[in-house]
């Protein structure tokens, strides 16, 4: 069958899970008209992936969904910490950790806070932001072929419903299309690392009597350690509704039939200590641990983001957010790219910073499974385990040394032991509260749609640097003075000192990206603002 119809777009995005749909909606919010298709005909039905860390949130934040992501997680707002133990029953019990933000320290660092909020809540509010901000969403939709050369990237695509067949040309191609991912593999991209980890089914059940038996324990998973029936237990509305992740043995020749209702019944009634508890099995699916990351993020003009370029351990949420923040990563750079303020050299520069990102945070999110002793994982030999540290400073606190930086430490570590965020070039830019005519804003809400340069007591000579900048790189760099002065743009809550916070001095700046990672910084009073700002800009925007 011949393609009926043609169509053009800067950007197709294949897969429309947690990855894909983030991925539009940070787009569209740059102006980026884009197409995204997902082969399902609908949002997962399916209560998982629901660890959205603050990174995460961050994001979601300045993309103008936070608010309406928390009114989806409203049930689960007062669930915290992972419970261990041999039933729901027993004296036995043990907090691996009983609180995300024990002290409330988090509000220092961040405007934001975790949430609990499962895919199958999340992701029907992404469609809508999504769709909002002028994202093409096409369901029941799969890329049948592709092929790209110099210009861009020629795509076929296929109606499931109708078995209509499009050919739509873009200039770029992001493939958010699962760890199976058929982008990678049509490209030939292979991946490093343990492999396979361990193998779940997921069962979600109705059983209203298990609420009185759970009692006031609002965890967000209970690791259930029978030696006969062990399992992780994860509440959806704490009331009735629940899922059962049960270790699954492919590798022993078990089947996903052999898990029918009765034996998954016994199963969660053996687990939770509860022997005569009514239970109704409403759905199952299978899913998979693994330790892998893609030898390359790109090949020519497809880009990799999620699961089709990492996978790893549930422990610790990581896998998700991991690829949330790749697209964001990704969302600027392509959009800095398209509107020809950059070269595009810069899209090297994903690669850079997200791949090593993702190994990092893999053996950690492994390690953080050893740590708990996660059902149906038994490490090997030797893995590492132990008590882990700095769980924060994975979600939170990770760094670019090489990439779209200018003065970064090349020796500095991608996850540090503790949080650096005081404005290094490579961090994640400090937060602190502001106020501009009445209103509080995050220094983190003021990056998204340009570079921002940050400064003081010589903002005069800034402002006039950053308008000499607009007008060779057409970037739109937004410029604000932060003081209490009459000419200063933000006036720092508090008393707070910026510079200080920033690592640099009154006199000095800081020019942060639009993901809110900082780009350079001046640590100083600068001889010629313009002159050093011109530099920098070419270097980061591979201009030559």
Same mark, same amino acid.
């Given at each position: 069958?011949?393609?009926?119809?043609?169509?053009?777009?800067?950007?197709?995005?294949?897969?429309?899970?947690?990855?894909?749909?983030?991925?539009?909606?940070?787009? &569209?919010? %740059?102006?980026?008209? *884009?197409?995204?298709?997902?082969?399902? #005909? +609908?949002?997962? /039905?399916? =209560?998982?992936?629901?660890?959205?860390?603050?990174?995460?949130?961050?994001?979601?934040?300045?993309?103008?969904?936070?608010?309406?992501?928390?009114?989806?997680?409203?049930?689960?707002?007062?669930?915290?910490?992972?419970?261990?133990?041999?039933?729901?029953?027993?004296?036995?019990?043990?907090?691996?950790?009983?609180?995300?933000?024990?002290?409330?320290?988090?509000?220092?660092?961040?405007?934001?806070?975790?949430?609990?909020?499962?895919?199958?809540?999340?992701?029907?509010?992404?469609?809508?932001?999504?769709?909002?901000?002028?994202?093409?969403?096409?369901?029941?939709?799969?890329?049948?072929?592709?092929?790209?050369?110099?210009?861009?990237?020629?795509?076929?695509?296929?109606?499931?419903?109708? &078995?209509? %067949?499009?050919?739509? *040309?873009?200039?770029?191609?992001?493939? #958010? +299309?699962?760890? /199976?991912? =058929?982008?990678?593999?049509?490209?030939?991209?292979?991946?490093?690392?343990?492999?396979?980890?361990?193998?779940?089914?997921?069962?979600?059940?109705?059983?209203?009597?298990?609420?009185?038996?759970?009692?006031?324990?609002?965890?967000?998973?209970?690791?259930?350690?029978?030696?006969?029936?062990?399992?992780?237990?994860?509440?959806?509305?704490?009331?009735?509704?629940?899922?059962?992740?049960?270790?699954?043995?492919?590798?022993?020749?078990?089947?996903?039939?052999?898990?029918?209702?009765?034996?998954?019944?016994?199963?969660?009634?053996?687990?939770?200590?509860?022997?005569?508890?009514?239970?109704?099995?409403?759905?199952?699916?299978?899913?998979?641990?693994?330790?892998?990351?893609?030898?390359?993020?790109?090949?020519?003009?497809?880009?990799?983001?999620?699961?089709?370029?990492?996978?790893?351990?549930?422990?610790?949420?990581?896998?998700?957010?991991?690829?949330?923040?790749?697209?964001?990563?990704?969302?600027?750079?392509?959009?800095?790219?398209?509107?020809?303020?950059?070269?595009?050299?810069?899209?090297?520069?994903?690669?850079?910073?997200?791949?090593?990102?993702?190994?990092?945070?893999?053996?950690?999110?492994?390690?953080?499974?050893?740590?708990?002793?996660?059902?149906?994982?038994?490490?090997?030999?030797?893995?590492?385990?132990?008590?882990?540290?700095?769980?924060?400073?994975?979600?939170?606190?990770?760094?670019?040394?090489?990439?779209?930086?200018?003065?970064?430490?090349?020796?500095?570590?991608?996850?540090?032991?503790?949080?650096?965020?005081?404005?290094?070039?490579?961090?994640?830019?400090?937060?602190?509260?502001?106020?501009?005519?009445?209103?509080?804003?995050?220094?983190?809400?003021?990056?998204?749609?340009?570079?921002?340069?940050?400064?003081?007591?010589?903002?005069?000579?800034?402002?006039?640097?950053?308008?000499?900048?607009?007008?060779?790189?057409?970037?739109?760099?937004?410029?604000?003075?932060?003081?209490?002065?009459?000419?200063?743009?933000?006036?720092?809550?508090?008393?707070?000192?910026?510079?200080?916070?920033?690592?640099?001095?009154?006199?000095?700046?800081?020019?942060?990206?639009?993901?809110?990672?900082?780009?350079?910084?001046?640590?100083?009073?600068?001889?010629?603002?313009?002159?050093?700002?011109?530099?920098?800009?070419?270097?980061?925007?591979?201009?030559?």
């Amino acid at each position: 069958m011949n393609p009926t119809v043609e169509d053009r777009v800067p950007v197709l995005v294949v897969g429309g899970s947690l990855v894909g749909l983030s991925a539009s909606l940070f787009l &569209g919010r %740059l102006g980026i008209r *884009h197409l995204l298709v997902e082969k399902h #005909a +609908d949002t997962s /039905r399916h =209560p998982r992936g629901r660890g959205n860390n603050v990174r995460t949130m961050e994001l979601f934040r300045v993309a103008g969904a936070e608010q309406r992501i928390r009114e989806a997680a409203s049930v689960l707002a007062d669930n915290h910490g992972i419970l261990q133990a041999p039933s729901l029953t027993g004296d036995d019990q043990e907090w691996l950790f009983k609180e995300i933000d024990p002290g409330g320290g988090l509000a220092r660092i961040s405007p934001s806070a975790w949430c609990l909020c499962s895919q199958n809540d999340l992701e029907p509010v992404l469609v809508r932001c999504a769709r909002e901000h002028g994202g093409d969403l096409r369901f029941s939709t799969e890329l049948s072929s592709f092929e790209q050369d110099a210009q861009g990237v020629r795509a076929t695509l296929k109606n499931r419903e109708t &078995g209509e %067949l499009t050919t739509v *040309h873009a200039d770029y191609l992001i493939a #958010a +299309d699962g760890p /199976r991912s =058929p982008v990678r593999e049509r490209l030939g991209i292979g991946r490093t690392g343990p492999g396979d980890l361990f193998h779940n089914v997921s069962i979600t059940f109705r059983a209203p009597q298990l609420a009185e038996v759970v009692g006031d324990r609002r965890f967000i998973a209970c690791y259930l350690t029978h030696p006969e029936a062990d399992g992780a237990l994860l509440p959806v509305d704490n009331k009735a509704e629940w899922v059962f992740h049960a270790p699954w043995h492919p590798d022993t020749g078990e089947t996903l039939e052999d898990f029918t209702d009765a034996r998954c019944i016994d199963h969660i009634r053996r687990a939770t200590g509860v022997p005569d508890m009514a239970v109704e099995i409403t759905g199952k699916a299978p899913w998979h641990a693994a330790e892998r990351v893609a030898e390359r993020y790109a090949a020519g003009r497809v880009f990799l983001a999620g699961d089709s370029a990492h996978e790893m351990s549930p422990t610790g949420a990581f896998g998700s957010n991991t690829g949330i923040q790749d697209a964001h990563n990704l969302a600027w750079k392509l959009a800095t790219v398209l509107n020809g303020a950059a070269g595009p050299e810069l899209l090297a520069t994903y690669e850079a910073e997200r791949q090593p990102v993702a190994r990092e945070t893999s053996a950690r999110a492994s390690a953080r499974s050893a740590e708990h002793s996660h059902p149906g994982y038994a490490p090997a030999p030797g893995a590492a385990g132990g008590r882990q540290r700095g769980v924060l400073t994975v979600a939170l606190g990770y760094c670019y040394p090489q990439g779209a930086v200018v003065g970064a430490d090349p020796g500095l570590p991608v996850v540090p032991d503790q949080m650096r965020l005081t404005g290094e070039p490579g961090t994640r830019a400090p937060h602190m509260w502001l106020r501009a005519g009445g209103e509080r804003r995050s220094t983190l809400d003021l990056y998204e749609k340009s570079f921002v340069l940050l400064t003081g007591t010589d903002g005069e000579m800034w402002r006039t640097a950053v308008k000499g900048a607009n007008e060779e790189f057409s970037l739109g760099l937004a410029c604000y003075m932060i003081g209490t002065g009459p000419n200063d743009d933000l006036a720092p809550e508090d008393g707070a000192d910026w510079a200080e916070k920033h690592g640099t001095t009154p006199e000095g700046a800081v020019l942060v990206r639009p993901d809110g990672f900082v780009a350079w910084r001046a640590e100083g009073r600068v001889a010629d603002p313009e002159a050093a700002l011109r530099e920098v800009l070419a270097a980061l925007l591979c201009r030559s």
